[in-house]
């Protein structure tokens, strides 16, 4: 799992730069997301792993689809952006897959909390693309 904060963090470092190379600041989706991030990471943390499992699940399942958007359509739109998109791709489908191993989808509450965190998700980004 640190190993997934080290490329959450470089994620982070890959934006940061290309934003600042173009001149263009963070959208509100970033800060949406820190707060959101934190709250879930602190709840789900006193929950327990399967709760960090579905979490984590959700969150990069919905991340990935909006990533693939992102490929497809940066591809001619913005080359460079599409660079930044594909070189955290694959480290976010690895956060999503070791997620999916540790899921346990038979709980009802595990169910309700990847439809919740999946909604949340959803809407972050599309506060953010307005
Ligand atoms: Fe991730």
Redesign the pocket.
């Known amino acids: 799992m640190m190993e997934?904060q080290q490329?959450?963090e470089e994620h982070r470092r890959i934006f940061q730069q290309h934003l600042s190379q173009i001149g263009v600041r963070r959208c509100v989706s970033y800060h949406l997301a820190a707060v959101g991030g934190f709250g879930l990471g602190f709840v789900t943390g006193l929950i327990g792993p399967s709760a960090i499992a579905a979490t984590?699940f959700a969150?990069?399942h919905v991340?990935l689809r909006h990533l693939e958007e992102q490929l497809a359509y940066l591809r001619t739109a913005a080359p460079d952006a599409r660079d930044c998109v594909g070189r955290i791709y694959d480290?976010?489908r690895e956060?999503h897959d070791a997620a999916e191993s540790r899921l346990a989808r038979d709980g009802w509450l595990t169910r309700l909390l990847i439809a919740v965190v999946q909604f949340s998700t959803e809407m972050v980004i599309r506060i953010g693309m307005r």
Do not use: A, S
């Open positions: 997934f490329h959450e984590t969150v990069e991340v480290d976010e956060h």
